[in-house]
């Protein structure tokens, strides 16, 4: 197992240590380079980042609560067994919702103003930002606690290199995504929230079906 290098203590304040090490588990365990099956000492962890236990533990629990980790009496800690289908259901939720928050008003666009004016500009990422605020913003605390254990995995299953490991090809259908979700941000600026559900719902669809290739893969 290869240790997370440095100090959180000189990245953030000591109440925000639990935040960081959960997130430094999630991409260690998202990107693979912590695998299913993988044992996670308490104290090895507090001690490469130089913390007390305690934040660690703290980032375990809603990694176990996330599935993403699991504790039994026998083996201890570890990484528990996941798979594209973890991700596709949490795309499930986050499609449910953005789809259900368009209806209450514009989205607060604010430097999400013509998202994909770059060619290369990331259609999913711009997606589950947008998603991001819309949830937050309906949801107050609970939506934050649905973007750490809904949205943040996806941001990160999302990049290529990840995505590819887990046998998930984006590149299909990305210029209907793009077409999609430019239309969705039209109608949200000009206040159509029907024209907006129906972008969105058919981006989400899109964008399961793209996950979706590589439990396909897996299968056959």
Known sequence: MTMPTGSLEEQL?????????FERLLEEIVSGRLPPG???????LAHAWSVSRTPVREALQRLVDMRFVEVSPNA?????????????????????????KTCSGPSPRAHLQDPLV????CELLSYLELSEQLISRELGRLGTRIVHDHIDPLRLFVDPQTAIRHGV??????ASRRNLLSAAF??????DPLAAREAL??????????LGSGTAQAVA
């Open 13 to 21: 304040r000591p109440q925000l240590l639990s935040g960081l090490a």
């Open 201 to 210: 719902d058919a981006f989400s669809a899109s964008f399961i079906d793209a």
């Open 76 to 100: 201890g800690t570890r990484v528990a067994e996941w798979s594209t289908v973890d991700m596709i259901e949490r795309a499930h939720v986050i499609g449910r919702l953005i789809v259900e």
């Open 118 to 121: 770059a060619e290369d500009a």
């Open 38 to 44: 993988q044992r996670l000492r308490l104290d090895l």
């Open 186 to 191: 039209d109608a949200i600026e000009r206040q």
């Open 169 to 174: 090809d984006f590149a299909a259908d990305r």
